[in-house]
């Protein structure tokens, strides 16, 4: 079991949730902080890193992949809720919710199996 692997996919959790609030509420305020949060998203600890990458051997770098692509469109939604361009923003929800999607089914199983976390 991985703590800090574990709080970090609860934070996100949290800041999607924050995101789809603040689409309901037409708040770019409150879309940005939660997106620039996601984006700049705690570090796994270095020996959690290490037992991922034993579990995922090659794919370690497919992983690391996904997780700069949720960085890359997180701060791109938070620059469009800036500009309060409602259009950019929900669009990029979608590719933001379809990036942490595609990792979950990409790992989550591989690593809850690996790291023994039921």
């Keep these: 079991v ?14 999607m949730a924050r995101i789809g609030r603040g689409l309901w509420l037409e708040s770019y305020d409150s879309i940005a902080v939660a ?3 996601v984006a700049e998203h705690p570090t ?3 020996e959690e890193a290490q037992k991922i990458a034993g579990v995922l051997g ?4 497919r ?3 996904f997780d700069t692509t949720v960085h ?8 469009d809720a800036e500009r309060q ?5 929900l669009a990029g929800e979608a590719k933001l919710r ?8 990409t790992f989550r199983g591989r690593l809850r199996e690996g790291l023994g976390a039921g």
Excluded: N, W, Y
Aim: hydrophobic residues 55%; proline residues 4%; aromatic residues 4%.
């Design 2 to 15: 991985l703590p800090s692997l574990f709080a970090l996919m609860q934070g996100l959790q949290t800041d």
């Design 72 to 79: 890359d469109l997180a701060m791109q939604m938070a620059e």
């Design 58 to 61: 090659a794919d370690m770098a």
């Design 63 to 65: 992983f690391k992949a």
């Design 85 to 89: 361009d409602l259009d950019a923003v």
């Design 44 to 46: 796994i600890a270095p």
């Design 35 to 37: 997106a620039r949060a």
């Design 98 to 105: 379809q990036g942490c999607v595609a990792c979950h089914t």
